[in-house]
């Protein structure tokens, strides 16, 4: 009789994480479908905003701006994860990953850093039209936006893959979801906006503020990746 | 780690939902190279048990033991599993090449792009279709890379979950012709199935019945039709009075 199951030590616990995530990033690459609908609601939101608070001539205000920004990047990332936990439930591909070795913790991470990626991607094209619509004067202070971006999108998507992964088999997802997230999501958006704001105010940036609401930011992240660290296991067993 | 070749020994397995038994005193045993049919009428818990054998569902009561080691969450025999549902587990996006390739790099297969060819082959699914994106494959071609998915990390243990749901007689005898290699090859095969025909192929008949086991028996050189439809009905009829007790 032939011998059957003769197993191979499975990879490294940050290779798993990144083959999940290279998958969803390659599946992206095929269809484009997520980044275009979210890069697309980015600036949907940007140009509605840009059509009621800039007044010919005139510069907005930096906390519009900067409410803008934080508001398309939500309303984008949204739909981003929402997709991307929608791929695992049809054919019932999450069961096929849950059964590999890999753990769940890498799952979550893999998942969690295919959605920064994307998030980035539409966030360079949010900046830069923020940037030439609203005449903000991001140049100087480009590096710190782009790390508070950076942070804020990480704290988002930490949280968001974890109520994507709880909501995965549950009707109206995509209602519940924004439901269940936003209130969550409050500080970061509120930091992150406060934080820009001091950054690009054309008059008096506030650097030491900034840099509090980027480390605010950080503890954020901190704990939202912990969290869902934490609950992903229970989440995704869920029996 | 458990012997390649051992048995699953299920001893008093239950499980509860919400206060609602769906599993109760389930023991038995699940030799390697023989197949297993687990048979009963919705709602008797076969898809239950199925999930407890994958590692995917903890059950409430008792203990699997595969060799020396015990069978549950987060036990590193899951790496030896192999499981094939009734829906594809596959990612429609990636071609059938990149799905076996994903799965054999997670599983840690050391040259993944050969196992994966090797596979495709085996299944019929070489040349052309191996790089079209498995979104566009029929519901039997899917079929055939969900079990050369199952297969990609060459498991001792194959969990088959309705699998001939939905393929045609040609398809139907390929599966057939399929899980007879698996038994050749060793593993332990259990198959899930409300189809009596499917279940023609198996050396060991398992009926559940509200939960609990109501029929047991291994015959070598397999059940055949007549006697897996015999069982099946004289163990899975209601008792006099009992619809009325629902």
Known sequence: MAEAGAGAPPPGFWRQALRIAAKDLAIEWRSREVLATMTFLAVVVVLIFSFAFVIEGTRPPAPVVAGIMWVALVVAGTVGLARAFDRERDGEAIRSLLLTPAPRAAIYLGKLGATVVLMAITEVVLTALAGVLFSASLGAVLGRVALLLALGTIGFAAAGCTFSAALLRARGRDALLATLLYPIIVPIVIAGARGTTQLIDPISPDFDGARFWTQFLFALDVLFVTAGLWAFEPIVSGD | ?246
Not at chain 2, 23 to 36: H, K, M, Q, Y
Not at chain 2, 94 to 104: G, I, Y
Not at chain 2, 177 to 182: C, D, K, P, T, V
Request: proline share 4%.
């Open chain 2, 1 to 246: 780690m458990s012997e390649v070749g051992a048995a699953l020994r299920l001893s008093k397995v239950g499980k509860i939902y919400d206060g609602r038994r769906a599993l109760s005193d389930v023991s038995t045993t699940f030799a390697p190279g023989r197949i297993a049919a687990v048979l009963g009428p919705n709602g008797a818990g076969k898809s239950t048990l199925l999930g407890i054998l994958s590692t995917l569902i903890h059950p409430s009561a008792g203990e699997i033991r595969w060799g020396d080691d015990r069978l549950g969450r987060g036990s590193l025999l899951r790496a030896r599993i192999g499981y094939v549902g009734h829906d594809p587990g596959l990612y429609g996006d990636l071609t059938a090449t990149e799905n076996l390739t994903l799965f054999a790099r997670l599983y840690g297969v050391a040259d993944a792009r050969a196992r994966a060819a090797a596979l495709l082959a085996r299944v019929g699914l070489a040349e052309a279709a191996a790089e079209a994106p498995a979104r566009t494959f029929s519901r039997g071609m899917l079929q055939r890379l969900a079990l050369a998915r199952a297969l990609v990390h060459d498991p001792a243990l194959l969990l088959f979950d309705e699998p001939a749901a939905a393929l045609d007689p040609t398809g139907a005898d390929w599966l057939a012709r399929e899980l007879g290699a698996e038994r050749e090859a060793g593993r332990v095969v259990v198959l899930v199935t409300h189809d009596l025909a499917a279940a023609a192929v198996a050396d060991q008949v398992v009926i559940l019945r509200r939960g609990r086991l109501v029929f047991d028996e291994t015959r070598a050189g397999g059940f055949g039709a007549e006697a897996v439809r015999a069982a099946y009905e004289a163990k899975t009829r209601a008792a006099p009075g009992e619809a009325k007790r629902g």
